[in-house]
């Protein structure tokens, strides 16, 4: 989420800034921003939305100077308009920052700078986190270097943060707590940016930070050093990839990049909204309690994917709320004259939050009254400024075509949602709630144990990557999951592929069965494991070859696999934000064995904003 860049050297600071926000703009494009130190002043210019609206602005401005940062931002606290965009200013206008994260005290933070007489003219952490450390300048007359690392101490949550000073001409300081930095220097500049895209013209030699490190950057060189100040022998690591590889960080495609950056995604949507203690904060949900418990019905509107992430949502919202659900999807929502009033709560779930379906699925429940939720990756999108309440799934720009991280993040959000619900109307005990949330927690790092597999699902892949139809089946959220997974494959490697709920198969579908038609079963996350293994059982009598999702070191399932892919164990309603991995790589890597580009499959956009 969000490029940053920064550089100091010989060279007018702009014109390398704007090149280096170009390469990371598909980072965050809510709006973009630089500021230029020069004159014992900072000069900054800020436009909200592309990169374009800024280079505009800045056509015939005063910008010249050897040392400034920029930025393009992916919106999370504040509208993305002009006064939220980076660059953020300190209160004597001397210390200027950039930010990638999501600093989670920043409100207790505020409330101290505020009541010490510091004014914000944003809604943004950043500007929190200007503020203090001019503060800490002004108070104690210490450098840049040892404000930032005053500062960074005080701060809770992901920050990538690269600062500079009017009064420090040749210094550049840049932070990394769980958003990525990289640095660099050549003979006669210092740079630092979110990816590596950025540093390529100027060097090949690169230094990623780890977390709790801070840089000081210089023309032509870097220091890098612990939170606690003490000088740290960082690894140099020489890049080869030309400029589109770096894009996508090494990987082949920005699908591939984006499944591997899973783990980040589902730890990003969880960050601030859940603690240790088991506790669900989410600030965007301002119905009051009694709202909450006036709901008689949820109906969950969505396209495509995100009408899947909906499906496993609505096992959950009943389960722990005991709330009826109903599921929709939102091109046929409005036209079937639903019943709905007051006490209706509607979700409308987009990864774009511009479908025009869900748009209009949403704005329909809101004439007739409802409650709405939306549940979207994008700030400032549509659906997000529709309805009355906003989840955002903190995902980071997804550029693949088939939505994957956007997918696990509407899960999480969605769980999160329904245990909410669940809290507020005093329906699940304290200890279930918390026992869940621990699953929960563990989920980034069971998606990694997961991307292991991807060895595993690119052989399965060159095996079936001639099928001519794919059968996918479960039960439960499990359904979900095989729809999904047949969403996937058609829609990236134009293979024909069915989802079906694993007990419906009988009624019809079992008829498209014969030898060697491959048939993916869900087996987790299912109270009916051994209906599911009867299916199994059914399809392979008939020749099927059978791909099986299942429980780790299950020697029935095994038996009746072809290829099995085995998962960690999470609580059942969790199990989709696991199994659905193997199936988006499996689609991913037969789309490759079939010489197709999984970035950009025929007839389809990333954002369908027709009916
Ligand atoms: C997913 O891989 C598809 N590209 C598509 O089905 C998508 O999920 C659908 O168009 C809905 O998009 P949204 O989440 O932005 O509303």
Redesign the pocket.
């Known amino acids: 989420m969000c490029g940053i860049v920064g550089y100091v050297g010989n060279e007018a600071a702009l014109p390398v800034l704007i090149e280096g926000m170009r390469q990371l703009e598909y980072r965050g494009y809510d709006s973009a921003g630089v500021a230029i130190a020069a004159s014992g002043g900072i000069a900054r210019v800020r436009r909200a939305g592309q990169l374009g609206n800024l280079e505009e602005a800045l056509d015939g401005a005063e910008l010249s100077g050897t040392i400034g940062i920029g930025h393009t931002r992916w919106a999370t606290h504040g509208a993305p308009d002009d006064t939220n965009a980076h660059p953020h200013v300190d209160s004597s206008g001397k210390v200027a920052i950039v930010h990638n994260g999501i600093v989670e005290n920043f409100d207790v933070l505020k409330e101290e700078l505020e009541a010490e007489g510091h004014a914000f003219e944003s809604e943004t952490d950043t500007e929190v986190v200007a503020k203090l450390v001019g503060s800490i300048m002004e108070s104690t007359g210490v450098s840049l270097l040892e404000a930032t690392l005053a500062t960074v101490d005080r701060l809770e949550g992901a920050f990538g943060l690269v600062l500079v000073h009017a009064d420090e001409p040749e210094t550049i300081v840049a932070v990394r707590q769980d958003s990525p930095i990289i640095v660099g220097a050549n003979g006669h500049a210092g740079l630092v940016a979110s990816g590596i895209p950025a540093l390529l013209p100027y060097t090949r030699d690169v230094i990623p930070l780890e977390n709790r490190q801070v840089a000081e950057i210089r023309p032509g060189s870097v220091r890098v050093l612990d939170f606690e100040g003490r000088e740290v022998d960082a690894e140099t690591v020489h890049v080869e990839w030309d400029l589109d590889a770096a894009e996508k960080s090494g990987y082949e495609d920005f699908m591939l990049k984006e499944i591997f950056e899973q783990p980040e995604a589902v730890r990003n949507t969880m960050r601030g909204r859940v603690d240790k203690q088991g506790h669900i904060t989410l600030d965007e949900v301002t119905w009051s309690r009694a709202d909450i418990e006036g709901i008689t019905k949820v109906v969950v509107v969505?396209?495509?994917?995100?009408?899947?992430s909906g499906m496993a949502a609505k096992h959950a919202i009943e389960h722990y709320t005991r709330i009826p659900v109903e599921l929709d999807l939102?091109s046929e929502f409005r036209y079937r004259d639903p019943v709905l009033d007051e006490h209706s709560l509607v979700i409308g779930?987009?990864?774009?939050?511009?479908?025009a379906?869900?748009l209009a699925a949403v704005r329909f429940a809101k004439d007739m009254g409802a409650m709405v939720v939306a549940i979207?990756?994008v700030a400032g999108s549509s659906?997000a400024r529709d309805a009355d309440a906003v989840l955002f799934t903190h995902a980071g720009p997804e550029i693949g075509?088939?939505?994957?991280k956007?997918?696990l993040a509407?899960l999480v959000a969605l769980n999160l949602f329904a245990l909410y619900l669940a809290r507020e109307r005093g329906v699940m005990e304290a200890d279930k709630l918390s026992e869940t949330i621990d699953a929960m927690r563990a989920l980034p790092d069971q998606i990694e144990e997961v991307l292991t597999l991807q060895g595993e699902v690119h052989r399965a892949a060159k095996r079936y990557a001639d099928a001519r139809d794919f059968i996918f089946i479960g039960r439960g959220v499990g359904m979900a999951v095989a729809l999904e997974g047949a969403?996937?494959l058609k829609?990236?490697s134009y293979i024909h592929a069915e989802g079906y709920a694993a007990g419906e198969l009988k009624h019809g579908a079992i008829a498209l069965i014969e030898g060697g038609v491959p048939v993916v079963a869900i087996l987790t996350g299912t109270a009916l494991y051994d209906k599911m293994l009867g299916n199994v059982q059914e399809v392979k009598a008939r020749g099927a070859e059978t791909i099986l999702i299942a429980p780790r070191n299950d020697e029935r399932a095994r038996s009746l696999a072809n290829e099995m892919f085995e998962m960690p164990t999470t609580k059942p309603l969790l199990t989709p934000i696991l199994d659905t991995i193997p199936l988006q790589m499996l689609a991913y890597f037969v789309a490759k064995e079939r010489g197709l580009s999984p970035d950009k499959?025929r007839n389809?956009?990333?954002?369908?904003t027709v009916e």
Request: contains cysteine; charged residues 15%; negative net charge.
């Open positions: 969505a396209c495509g994917t995100s009408y899947h939102a779930i987009a990864q774009s939050g511009e479908t379906d869900t979207t990756n659906i075509v088939a939505a994957t956007t997918f509407q969403l996937k829609e990236i499959p389809l956009a990333k954002s369908v």
